[in-house]
């Protein structure tokens, strides 16, 4: 996606570059989180606790990663995460896998 800015240094249009190419990144970093996001929830509603312990692994580990590139705040990551291990305790509390 190529725009065209009037700007009157050569500076300002190459950060302007970063900035989108930064955005897009961020953008399927955070989109990739909400993804697995769903799939841990499906998996919580489908009763399957092995399943949604990998899926809360996964998730774990993307926040952990979007966490440590900036993408979303540590305080962000740890509620998402402290959240979804709650949902996970509370709905296989009797279970052990």
Same mark, same amino acid.
């Given at each position: 996606?190529?725009?065209? +800015?009037?700007?009157?240094?050569?500076?300002?249009?190459?950060?302007?570059?970063?900035?989108?190419?930064?955005? $897009?990144?961020?953008?399927?970093?955070?989109?990739?989180?909400?993804?697995?996001?769903?799939?841990?929830?499906?998996?919580?509603?489908?009763?399957?606790?092995?399943?949604? +312990?990998?899926? $809360?692994?996964? +998730?774990?580990?993307? $926040?952990?990663?979007?966490?440590?590139?900036?993408?979303?705040?540590?305080?962000?990551?740890?509620?998402?995460?402290?959240?979804?291990?709650? $949902?996970?305790?509370?709905?296989?509390?009797?279970?052990?896998?």
């Amino acid at each position: 996606m190529e725009v065209t +800015l009037a700007v009157k240094q050569s500076s300002a249009a190459k950060r302007h570059r970063q900035s989108e190419v930064r955005r $897009l990144r961020n953008k399927a970093v955070k989109s990739a989180a909400r993804t697995y996001a769903k799939k841990y929830g499906a998996a919580v509603q489908a009763k399957d606790p092995a399943g949604a +312990l990998e899926a $809360l692994r996964v +998730l774990q580990k993307t $926040l952990d990663t979007a966490c440590g590139k900036g993408i979303i705040s540590k305080n962000a990551a740890g509620r998402k995460k402290s959240r979804a291990m709650k $949902l996970y305790h509370t709905s296989f509390e009797t279970v052990s896998v």
